[in-house]
């Protein structure tokens, strides 16, 4: 196994995490910059989007279903096959960038490919670690985190100076670079010999083998509906307390830095405190940070939720992909990431839309008061559905 423990694997596996949230920072992050600049209204933005989300959330259960099924389909085939559509797709935004119908359609597609390949990364990096390479699924995100961060503050003063067409570009380039590492990668899937192989889990036998899973799903799905309102909308929120735009930066600057080194030192935290410990604390930390936004009465104030990013959201990341990998059976464990992600897509909808209704019709104090009940049900959901006996 000396391909799966060199340099050269450690290396092609971190490239992956750093040119895969650079793709998404240039088509999510900057979804908004490119669609205004090509003449698609606000309100058709965000049903894009939105709907990309969604039907992500169940392109990603019948992913997760499928490569469970074929065998054939290993997690690497899939990801090359989503990466070349996604550079195909993306390439397509700027052939048919006059035509906005076609346009918005394709940008679409081009979010639920971009979320769905999101748990397969996650799977391929743990199949990795199981067949005993030296990796950190941890410190690979939060290098992906780091890229996201510097990426995004490069393409916004390029994109001063330049056409929004680079963003559609940059996508296409970025997905054809994954799609190199990915073919680049030995494949693991062909070998690896799972118990049971003939008869992979229903979703009727994941509930009775893992009864309290679908339990710990949803409240991720609610705590992340809370992650979402507090991200999306906090330019509303810090104007609440008073801010401007020069405390927005400032504000997702700071939550943005303090997540990096927690997930670089996840590895430590993990072997010092179980993995169940580390997601205890992390429901209680969201739980905090939505007092905290209620409560606070300025700007200075509400930095301290901001500053506890780096025990919610950076600590709870790692946190569930490593609980997957490690409470699951080895057959199961692509099925459970990728249902993961599903459950933080769908809460990433359903806080995007319910937030934006809430917020315009009746403020941000009543969303800050939704996002608490939504944090502390979470949090309660959690704490209660976190089992201890290893599945092997």
């Known amino acids: 196994m000396a391909t799966l423990t060199s340099n050269g694997l450690k ?70 096959v989503f990466f070349f559509l996604s550079g195909l797709v993306s390439l397509g935004t700027v052939i048919f960038v006059e035509q906005t119908l076609v346009m918005a359609v394709l940008y679409c ?22 067949d005993g390479a030296d990796l950190s699924f941890s410190f690979s995100r939060g290098l992906g985190s780091m890229m996201y961060a510097s990426f995004s503050f490069v393409m916004g003063l390029w994109l001063e100076i330049h056409s929004t067409m680079w963003i559609p570009w940059m996508s ?25 192989v003939e008869a992979p889990t229903s979703l009727k036998e994941l509930h009775k083998k893992y009864p309290s899973f679908f339990l710990f799903l949803v409240g991720i799905a609610i705590i992340f509906s809370f992650h979402t309102i507090a991200n999306v909308y906090l330019p509303q929120i810090v104007h609440h307390v008073g801010g401007g735009n020069k405390e927005i930066g400032f504000a997702i600057a700071l939550a943005g830095f303090l997540e990096i080194p927690t997930m670089f030192g996840f590895k430590r935290l993990e072997e010092k405190f179980n993995v169940i410990v580390l997601l205890r604390i ?33 600590l709870i990341t790692p946190a569930y992909a490593h609980y997957i990998n490690e409470w699951m059976a080895p057959k199961d464990r692509v099925k459970g990431q990728t249902f993961m992600m599903a459950g933080v897509t769908f ?18 104090l009543q969303l800050l008061l939704f996002g608490l009940l939504q944090a502390g049900l979470g949090m309660v959901i959690i704490l209660i559905s976190l089992r201890r006996k290893k599945i092997v």
Do not use: H
């Open 11 to 80: 290396s092609r596996i971190y490239l992956l995490q750093a040119f895969y949230w650079m793709s998404f920072c240039s088509i999510s992050g900057f979804a908004t910059v490119f669609l205004i600049s090509n003449t698609v209204p606000n309100s058709q933005i965000g049903l894009i989007i939105a709907l990309g989300s969604l039907l992500s959330v169940f392109a990603q259960f019948m992913t997760g279903i499928l490569i469970d099924k074929y065998r054939q389909l290993t997690v690497r085939k899939v990801m090359m």
């Open 109 to 130: 597609l081009l979010i639920v490919l971009l979320f769905n390949s999101q748990p397969l990364v996650t799977s391929l990096i743990y199949d990795y670690i199981n």
């Open 172 to 196: 296409t380039g970025l997905t054809m670079a994954l799609l190199f590492i990915i073919w680049s990668l030995p494949e693991l899937g062909e070998f690896v010999v799972y118990e049971e």
């Open 282 to 314: 992390s429901a209680v930390f969201f739980f905090i940070k939505a007092i905290i936004y209620v409560l606070a009465p300025n700007f200075i104030v509400l930095q301290s939720a901001q500053v506890l990013q780096a025990l919610s959201f950076a």
């Open 347 to 364: 809460g990433n909808v359903i806080g995007s839309l319910v937030g934006g209704w809430l917020l315009d019709l009746s403020g941000v």
